[in-house]
């Protein structure tokens, strides 16, 4: 560990990017404390997709972190990402533009270095495991942050629903696509925008799905592709479980269940998603014990992704629909880098700098992903005015859209970012 800096950064919010953030900056020696909503630390979710990028950046924030992650990751075949089939036959008059049937594999995408799946709560508790516990505080929900001015002591001043309040002098809102800090940056509310994707989604056990899809669809990561709803499946754990996700276009622009992103749904409507499917994807989904239906929301925007001692990341900063996979992994992407840009103060009044520089290296990349993701739901629900329903420009976007992801060089992006940083503005790196 690097010798402790002489000042204290809140992070709000303990899921995966906040709980990274803070073994990054915990183990270069930056105080932390991390404040969470909720009575324990836990995860909404079931299966994650890690790709090349995001396991790298585990590396980089922590080694003990990949360490442990990799106890929990059910690693794919070398060089294997997932099979891309279609679920559906071709549109009436399409057939013979499209020379494909349903179930047909349409080609198996690629990732050439390492990639997987982990389920959230094995991540989580990996992540818990390597932070000292007095470092945590729970039930603490944020409703105001007080910018502190100089004759007060610089800093921040958070306030809680509970009455109590904590100061630090800087915070970075780890606090999900509904992030207080993120209006507080701005100025202004950024509300999430409703992508008019539903969600319908469930855990089945291997060998629920082994009966109906046979062993090697059960087995092995699949997308699966039709007009208006795009799956993915995978196994998960220790391959004993299979996570399922369907997200389904719904055409509408306004979300109708209000606050609550979630809602029960009739199984009709599932299964009305995923009309003229394959058979036995029907009989698996039917099985479900309840059936619900979870809104996406994203938040594109303009912002910086910092004010002053303010900071966001993650899905504070850049919440997008997960098409592409890699949510998770770049608010791994942002816990390093912000984690190595803090590393290099010597003092608090050299914060706002810093995070100059982190929005300076994540804002364009992430906002590029967050636009990514509405565009390759359109894509793999073969709506793009472009791609359509053909296979070989079907073929030319999952390659253009997931490499992109997976093959940046963050840590040669950051170094050069690290590099250039001149003495003066106010600071000293």
Not at 3 to 15: D, E, L, N, W
Not at 295 to 301: G, K
Not at 339 to 361: C, G, K, M, P, T
């Given at each position: 560990m690097s010798r402790t800096k002489p000042f204290k950064i809140a992070i709000v919010g303990g899921g995966l990017g906040?709980?990274?953030?803070?073994?990054?900056?915990?183990?270069?020696?930056?105080?932390?404390?991390?404040?969470?909503?909720?009575?324990?630390?836990?995860?909404?979710?079931?299966?994650?997709?890690?790709?090349?990028?995001?396991?790298?950046?585990?590396?980089?924030?922590?080694?003990?972190?990949?360490?442990?992650?990799?106890?929990h990751f059910k690693k794919n075949p070398p060089g294997f990402f997932m099979n891309i089939r279609f679920a559906v036959n071709p549109k009436p008059g399409n057939e013979g533009q499209n020379d494909y049937k349903m179930g047909d594999l349409l080609y198996e995408l690629r990732d050439e270095e390492e990639c997987g799946y982990i389920h959230r709560a094995r991540l989580l508790e990996v992540m818990v495991g390597?932070?000292?516990?007095?470092?945590?505080?729970?039930?603490?929900?944020?409703?105001?942050?007080?910018?502190?001015?100089?004759?007060?002591?610089?800093?921040?001043?958070l306030v809680f629903s509970d009455g109590t309040n904590a100061k630090a002098d800087a915070v970075i809102g780890c606090d999900g696509i509904k992030s207080l800090t993120r209006a507080k940056i701005a100025g202004k509310e950024i509300p999430p925008r409703f992508t008019g994707d539903v969600v319908y989604r469930h855990m089945f056990p291997i060998e629920t799905v082994v009966e109906a899809l046979g062993e090697e669809r059960a087995?092995?990561?699949?997308?699966?592709?039709?007009?208006?709803?795009?799956?993915?499946?995978?196994?998960?754990?220790?391959?004993?479980?299979?996570?399922?996700?369907a997200i389904h276009a719904t055409g509408a622009d306004e979300w109708e269940g209000g606050g609550d992103w979630v809602k029960p749904v009739s199984k009709e409507k599932v299964l009305g998603a995923l009309k003229d499917w394959d058979p036995a994807i029907l009989r698996l989904m039917s099985g479900m014990p309840d059936f619900k239906e979870w809104a996406l929301f994203d938040c594109a925007h303009g912002e910086k992704y910092y004010r002053g001692r303010l900071c966001i990341l993650g899905d504070a900063a850049h919440a997008a629909t997960p098409h592409n996979g890699g949510g998770a992994g770049m608010a791994m992407e942002d816990a390093y880098a912000l984690s190595q840009v803090i590393s290099r103060v010597s003092n608090a009044h050299e914060l706002e700098y810093a995070f100059e520089i982190y929005d300076s290296i994540r804002r364009q990349r992430t906002q590029r992903f967050v636009h990514n993701g509405r565009s390759s739901g359109k894509t793999w629900q073969l709506r793009d005015d472009y791609a359509k329903d053909v296979p070989s420009k079907l073929k030319e976007q999952l390659d253009a859209k997931f490499k992109w992801i997976w093959y940046h060089d963050l840590k040669a992006e950051t170094d050069q970012a690290l590099a250039q940083i001149s003495f003066g503005k106010g600071a000293s790196l």
């Amino acid at each position: 560990m690097s010798r402790t800096k002489p000042f204290k950064i809140a992070i709000v919010g303990g899921g995966l990017g906040g709980l990274a953030l803070a073994i990054g900056l915990h183990r270069r020696g930056v105080p932390i404390h991390v404040y969470e909503s909720a009575p324990e630390f836990s995860e909404i979710g079931a299966g994650l997709t890690f790709a090349t990028n995001a396991i790298r950046a585990l590396g980089l924030i922590d080694p003990d972190l990949v360490v442990g992650f990799r106890k929990h990751f059910k690693k794919n075949p070398p060089g294997f990402f997932m099979n891309i089939r279609f679920a559906v036959n071709p549109k009436p008059g399409n057939e013979g533009q499209n020379d494909y049937k349903m179930g047909d594999l349409l080609y198996e995408l690629r990732d050439e270095e390492e990639c997987g799946y982990i389920h959230r709560a094995r991540l989580l508790e990996v992540m818990v495991g390597l932070l000292p516990p007095n470092l945590c505080s729970f039930r603490k929900t944020l409703v105001d942050i007080e910018e502190l001015s100089r004759a007060e002591g610089d800093g921040v001043n958070l306030v809680f629903s509970d009455g109590t309040n904590a100061k630090a002098d800087a915070v970075i809102g780890c606090d999900g696509i509904k992030s207080l800090t993120r209006a507080k940056i701005a100025g202004k509310e950024i509300p999430p925008r409703f992508t008019g994707d539903v969600v319908y989604r469930h855990m089945f056990p291997i060998e629920t799905v082994v009966e109906a899809l046979g062993e090697e669809r059960a087995h092995v990561p699949h997308l699966l592709f039709s007009y208006g709803t795009v799956m993915v499946h995978y196994p998960v754990g220790d391959g004993s479980m299979v996570n399922m996700v369907a997200i389904h276009a719904t055409g509408a622009d306004e979300w109708e269940g209000g606050g609550d992103w979630v809602k029960p749904v009739s199984k009709e409507k599932v299964l009305g998603a995923l009309k003229d499917w394959d058979p036995a994807i029907l009989r698996l989904m039917s099985g479900m014990p309840d059936f619900k239906e979870w809104a996406l929301f994203d938040c594109a925007h303009g912002e910086k992704y910092y004010r002053g001692r303010l900071c966001i990341l993650g899905d504070a900063a850049h919440a997008a629909t997960p098409h592409n996979g890699g949510g998770a992994g770049m608010a791994m992407e942002d816990a390093y880098a912000l984690s190595q840009v803090i590393s290099r103060v010597s003092n608090a009044h050299e914060l706002e700098y810093a995070f100059e520089i982190y929005d300076s290296i994540r804002r364009q990349r992430t906002q590029r992903f967050v636009h990514n993701g509405r565009s390759s739901g359109k894509t793999w629900q073969l709506r793009d005015d472009y791609a359509k329903d053909v296979p070989s420009k079907l073929k030319e976007q999952l390659d253009a859209k997931f490499k992109w992801i997976w093959y940046h060089d963050l840590k040669a992006e950051t170094d050069q970012a690290l590099a250039q940083i001149s003495f003066g503005k106010g600071a000293s790196l």
